[in-house]
């Protein structure tokens, strides 16, 4: 079956530090985006891509970039890890045409 | 901008009582209109959706019917069971983005049912 798988599901990092987070789809969708989730918040986006090399900054971008070289991956990078960014982050797919996304299983990242 | 608001939480039910989670929304244009929910340690499913006014969405015995008039998208189900204990988000379909899969979210209503 196809699906989005978040790489890893749990990180501890220092502050300061640069952490890259996975997010591989198999359902050969051109849309991906990030979000994260925090208490009070919701989710809200930080960066998505329509295609390959196609990237865009979202509600909360400051701090985050991703990369898109092939259709199945966009990972998500924190540039200098700040503990305000401790938070679950969740990668989502669509296909051209689909309102609705599909969601990953969520990184829950914790800054020390 | 666009924005989704919903009814504070936490909720705490009875099994087999009426579940309302109430959703209001903000959009220019004619959003589509989303409930995800969000199982323990998961991550977001689609519920239901709406794509127009007066479409009501279903599925698992949740409903919610898309009001333009009252820019709502309340979610109910008449009787509620201990596994429907959840987080439940409001989403809509972000302005000038079209059929992208580009979501604005409320901040979440946590569902509690109790046996």
């Known amino acids: 079956d196809a699906e989005i798988t978040q790489s890893p599901r749990h990180k501890i990092t220092e502050t300061g530090r640069q952490v890259t987070l996975a997010c591989h789809q198999t359902?050969?969708?051109?849309?991906m985006f990030w979000y994260r989730q925090d208490l009070g918040h919701g989710l809200r986006l930080i960066h998505y891509?329509?295609?390959?090399?196609?990237?865009n900054k979202g509600e909360v971008s400051d701090g985050y970039s991703v990369s898109r070289s092939n259709t199945e991956d966009l990972p998500l990078t924190l540039e200098s890890a700040a503990s305000s960014q401790t938070s679950v982050y969740f990668c989502?797919?669509?296909?051209?045409?689909?309102?609705?996304?599909?969601f990953g299983q969520g990184t829950r990242l914790t800054v020390v | 901008g666009d924005s989704v608001t919903q009814m504070e939480g936490p909720v705490t039910l009875s099994e087999e009582a009426f579940l309302t989670i109430n959703c209001t929304y903000t959009?220019?244009?004619?959003?589509?209109l989303f409930w995800y929910v969000q199982y323990p340690g998961e991550g977001l499913q689609l519920l239901l959706k709406?794509?127009?006014?007066?479409d009501k969405g279903s599925n698992k015995g949740f409903e919610a019917t898309y009001r333009k008039e009252t820019t709502s998208f309340h979610l109910e189900k008449g009787s509620v069971q201990v596994s429907d204990s959840a987080v439940y988000f409001c989403?809509?379909?972000?302005?000038?983005?079209?059929?992208?899969?580009?979501?604005?979210f409320g901040q979440g209503t946590t569902l509690q049912v109790k046996p």
């Open positions: 989502a797919s669509s296909a051209p045409g689909m309102a609705e996304a599909f």
């Open positions: 359902w050969n969708h051109n849309n």
């Open positions: 891509s329509y295609g390959v090399h196609d990237t």
């Open positions: 959009a220019t244009g004619y959003p589509s």
């Open positions: 709406a794509t127009k006014a007066d």
């Open positions: 989403a809509l379909s972000a302005y000038g983005s079209g059929n992208t899969g580009k979501l604005i």
